[in-house]
């Protein structure tokens, strides 16, 4: 069975840093390009990064770039979100989501998401 | 960046009815790279459909996908009570992977 399993999140003060994780499991995640996606509660979807299979390739939304930093173990099946500079915005549940072997794939597996709070 | 529009922002139907969704996008998408999901309260989205029109694995037939420019459509033939929920397309031909505002389904 597919599975991605975020953890990491919690209340963090304006200007601080956490990072995010997220184990795979139920596939060759070494195969996969994977998204991190987030959502304010109440709002809508935002696109965050994604990495490709071998972690080459990488892009970031304006919102979060030079802030944010992508990577992924795939050794050990996890996929990480390091998040420095921390702002009130950047509060939302963050998602990890599968994609496919091809830059352009749907999102075909996500995770429940781990909350992340920035508040001082 | 290629932005979604989604209407309506809010459509109340009656289990049984059919629901139509649309998505607009600000510039041309290919069929092949705009896919719908649906996310339920407390839940993390679900894909339904991709490249338009295929459902995706374990997506009952009730839900269809379709193409006329840049305006998608996801229909839902007859609404069972599971299927209200909030609706959101999504191009995924590049970065950014945008996404619509979503369409919350809602019972009548």
């Known amino acids: 069975e597919v599975q991605v399993v975020e953890s990491g999140g919690g209340l963090v003060q304006p200007g601080g840093s956490l990072r995010l994780s997220c184990a795979a499991s139920?596939?060759?995640?070494?195969?996969?390009?994977i998204h991190w996606v987030r959502q304010v509660p109440g709002e809508g979807l935002v696109w965050v990064s994604r990495?490709?299979?071998?972690?080459?390739?990488?892009d970031y939304a304006d919102s979060v770039k030079g802030r944010f930093t992508i990577s992924r173990d795939n050794a050990k099946n996890t996929l990480y979100l390091q998040m420095n500079c921390l702002r009130a915005e950047d509060t939302a549940m963050y998602y990890c989501?599968?994609?496919?072997?091809?830059?352009?794939?749907?999102?075909?597996?996500w995770g429940q998401g781990t909350l992340l709070t920035v508040s001082s | 960046e290629i932005v979604l529009t989604q209407s309506p922002g809010t459509l109340s139907l009656s289990p049984g009815e059919r629901a139509t969704l649309s998505c607009r996008a600000s510039?041309?998408?290919?069929?092949?790279?705009l896919a719908w999901y649906q996310q339920k309260p407390g839940q993390a989205p679900r894909l339904l459909i991709y490249?338009?029109?295929s459902r995706a694995t374990g997506i009952p037939d009730r839900f269809s996908g379709s193409e006329s420019g840049t305006d998608f459509t996801l229909t839902i033939s007859r609404l069972e009570p599971e299927d209200f929920a909030v609706y959101y397309c999504?191009?995924?031909?590049?970065?950014?992977?945008?996404f619509g505002q979503g369409t919350k389904l809602e019972i009548k």
């Open positions: 989501a599968r994609g496919g072997q091809y830059s352009n794939s749907p999102f075909d597996y």
């Open positions: 139920g596939f060759t995640f070494s195969n996969y390009w």
């Open positions: 990495i490709n299979s071998d972690g080459s390739s990488i």
């Open positions: 510039q041309s998408v290919s069929s092949n790279y």
């Open positions: 490249g338009a029109s």
């Open positions: 999504q191009q995924f031909g590049g970065s950014p992977y945008t």
